[in-house]
């Protein structure tokens, strides 16, 4: 059964940096979907960036428009972990952050398409 352990959520203010790391058990992070969702309050759960493994050792990203330029999804063989590098953050960006994953190379963009998900990290950015 595959796991997802999330960590690294906190406070900080506008314009600060965090790392969000997403732990995979129990499957090789190779053979699968992994992304990263955010749901703030009163709202839907919407998609930040997903990742999966493309030719060779390389893998394939794909970010929100809202996140382009700012976060960096990336993920670590060695580790089994897939990570979310958040920078220049705004106020905006304060949500509930959730990990999820399926088996295979299909990228589905709706949560419905994920079977696997972690307990979700708070990320609150204010001054």
């Known amino acids: 059964q595959v796991q997802l352990v999330e960590s690294g959520g906190g406070s900080v203010q506008p314009g600060g940096s965090l790392r969000l790391p997403c732990a995979v058990s129990g499957g090789t992070l190779s053979n699968y979907v992994v992304a990263w969702f955010r749901q703030a309050p009163g709202k839907e759960r919407e998609l930040v960036a997903r990742?999966?493994?493309?030719?060779?050792?390389?893998?394939?990203?794909g970010h929100a428009d809202s996140v382009k330029g700012r976060f960096n999804i990336y993920g670590d063989d060695g580790k089994n972990t897939v990570y979310l590098q958040m920078n220049s953050l705004k106020p905006e960006d304060t949500a509930v952050y959730y990990c999820?994953?399926?088996?295979?190379?299909?990228?589905?963009?709706?949560?419905?398409?994920?079977?696997?998900w972690g307990q979700g990290a708070q990320v609150t950015v204010s001054s």
């Open positions: 999820a994953a399926v088996y295979g190379t299909v990228t589905p963009t709706t949560p419905t398409g994920y079977a696997y």
């Open positions: 990742i999966r493994r493309s030719f060779g050792s390389t893998y394939y990203a």
